[in-house]
């Protein structure tokens, strides 16, 4: 990435965004996270979740207090994935409004079955900072790996370009969507790497 | 809606042991043995007993990443050969002989003996460099990669005669190659023509005709023309990524009783479906399942193929129906089974199973039913209202409506001479959620059941198979 798309881009102070964190749970761990991939499957360190008897607390969640009797919610979402860095600027998605609260959906997967599915999709629509950044597929494949790699398996995880604001949102969401183009984007080493220096800033916790 | 009071249900009968730790991709039984073939992300092809239900060996030290898909060359006898395509971009061919993997009775009836199954384990791939101690490194022999494709290499599938293995990829290609000698293979065709991701790659059950499923949401048809393998349809019609297309067998069956005063329908039906041959069934990320029809040449055609050479081998296809609609994510894989049911699942972890059934001419739907079969043959008129009649979710009973392959109007008549009534619709007779609980399923198979009566092979009793993202293989019966 010789060249930077957006040299001057609009920038939140880190006061001004969403959170109900307190202090001490902010600051990103010094972990580096290990097995970026391997977690990418049906592994063990999803957030606990009430609706899955198979996140046992252990050792990594014990740490988070209450994180394991709070629904997950549009914050808790936003949390995951403001920490995000973006792929040219050393700044995080949150505070290039990338990522943006009001922009985070979770909807029963069957609504018309209420409670008794346990399957919640989640849409996260991306503001890219130019709208023909071509990073746009990399910083929405590091949102999308993140949140499925936090998130327990019942979350059907669906990242696309807000309306409006890029180019060839299409083609992006297209690229996003696809399952099996994700699966192999992350056995690329290439692109392991950026996402992984992406996500270097996220808590450790569930990577 | 099925008329029996009590509705199928899809039962577990069983779930695979032990599972792949991670994302389990595709399941392919073997065409003969009661064997099943599981591609998986850690690499690996487990071989399970569909007698036991328990891992007999895995393939290891081949591919470089996820084994994405796999298929058993059919017609082979004493020995089993099973082709795997990767992530890695290659195509591994694979050979074992039969008699070494009849699970051992002592071993393996009693599912205990977990030394012997983490021995098979151990001995079950070869390595790179071929280097397990014992003597059974010969039980899975690494015959040969086949290498070409540019990217990940998404479906793999043999002929019905074995000699052709098609293979596709993300690159946007497809290829055809042809066992020219023992592990030598040739490469007979790579075709182009898709302008997106190749999803998945099926050979018609009689014909080496190939269908091919992308990213650019059309299937495309394929066959040999004087040499040369070329584009023979272009089926158009879904809004999405088309992701898997299946075959009907050559023996189509319709579920039910033909109403009194039908049979003439019935037989309209089955004379247009010979003419047709076996249908091709494709799902979608648009949610949508269709069904497509070869509309037969006319000889009257034939003199237009001193102009255009090429157009000697284009077919024409029409999407027929579309199932009735009961995913909600999108559908990875439909299977159409021997007996003519269809199983399809998805995204969304449903497992649904499907009957074409003879229409009944019940409600509403009678009076225009009944009239068109009075019209007789000749009824091109009855396309636009065929569809207003009441079958429920049949919205879009296409027959000479919606799309039809790369046509040029020259087959514009026929519609007249091939209309054919409505006389069947397809319903949804069973339905099961949370198949793999909360993960997606990635395919879905049929194979007959194989674990009782000493393991004889029930034809009349299918079972289904799927897989999922949890690593699992769970096989179910579907008791009617």
Known sequence: MAEILNANPTIRNASDLPSRRRQGHTQPSSKTPKGLFSGTVPPSAYLSDPFS??????????????????????????????????????????SLSVVNLPDIFLTPTFPERGSSSPLTTLTVLITPTITHCSLATVIGLGVRVRLEQALPPRFRVDVRIKEGTHSTADQVNRQLGDKERVAAALENGTLMGVLRKMLEGCESRAV | MPSASSLPQISHLATLEPSSPSRAWLTAPHPTLPLLATCSSDKTVRIYSLTTFTLLSTITGGHKRSIRTCAWKPNLKGESVLATGSFDASVGIWRHYDNDMNPKPKDVLSGLDFDARDKAIADGGMGENGNADEDEDEEWRFAIVLDGHESEVKSVAWSAGGNLLATCSRDKSVWVWEEVGEDDYETVAVMQEHEGDVKCVAWHPGEELLASASYDDDVRLWREDVDDWGCCGVLRGHGSTVWCVGWEGEVPRVFGDVEVGREDMRGKWVERREGSGSRLMSCSDDLSIRVWRRRPKERVQQSRLSIIRSGSSEENWVEEVQLPKVHSRPIYAVAWSKSGRVVSTGGDGIVAVYEERWRKAGGDAESKDTKALEDGVDRSKVNGDSKTDGAEGMEGVTTGAGSTSENNGQQEKQAETEEVPEATEWVVIAQLEGAHGVFEVNHVAWAPRRDKNGGSNLEHEELIITTGDDGTVKVWSLDV
Do not use: F, V
């Open chain 1, 53 to 94: 008897p198979s996140s046992l607390s252990d050792s990594e969640l014990s740490d988070d207090d209450n994180a394991e009797i709070e629904p997950i919610d549009e914050q808790e979402i936003y949390d995951l994935i403001s920490p995000i860095s973006d792929p040219e600027h050393p700044l995080t998605l949150g």
